[in-house]
């Protein structure tokens, strides 16, 4: 059984994670020291919170050189909500307007703010907080043995704007909240997720198997 390392960088509710893992029986550690990257198989960025305070942890602790090469060297990655964001070139979010915070970098494109104006005169509630449902389009293994439009839990107020086209995809789901965005990424031995898998019930778990299992 390969194992499965959890991110500690203090921005996120990591024995949440850790305990869905279990629960599917996958062996799934909580790392401290970013020296320890070396002895999982398969490596777990959770986040909540602000992206350039997570940023300023990454950096300080040590981690992002470590993830770096980690998913270089072709091992699973999971991203998770914050997570997910953290892998693009950077985010709007704190950042000087026209400019972004500089991010991981590992994929490309960047985080942006939902529009609370709807164009029609309507608000759109930010953050987006809840089930939504989401579609993909590409035989991304993450959902195998689930249904489309299967319902997922969501908690943010930013979501990724991939730099992508129809030859190089990095989007491997969406969803709807006031327009499309993106739910899902994939791209080569990365995966991230905007929704919380380890708080989406029965879906959730499926695809933290899944993850688990590739």
Known sequence: MSRIG???YHMGNLRSVQKAFEFIGADA????RSEDVESVDKLVLPG????????????QMGWIEPIRKHIEAGKPFLGICLGMQLIF????????PGEIVPGLGIL???????NENMGDGGL????QMGWNAIHWDRNDPLFDGLEQDSHVYFVHSYHVQPTETAETPISSARADYG????????????????????????????????????
């Open 89 to 96: 070139e950077g985010s709007e979010e704190e950042a000087t």
């Open 29 to 32: 550690v909580i790392l401290h």
């Open 108 to 114: 490309p494109g960047k985080v942006v703010r939902f």
């Open 179 to 214: 327009g499309e965005f993106t739910a899902t990424v994939w791209k080569g031995n990365v995966w991230a997720t905007q929704f919380h898998p380890e708080k989406s019930q029965r879906i959730g778990l499926r695809i933290l198997k899944n993850f688990a299992a590739i």
């Open 6 to 8: 959890i991110i500690d």
């Open 124 to 127: 759109l509630k930010v953050p």
């Open 48 to 59: 909540v919170g602000s992206f350039a305070d997570a940023m300023k942890f990454l950096n």
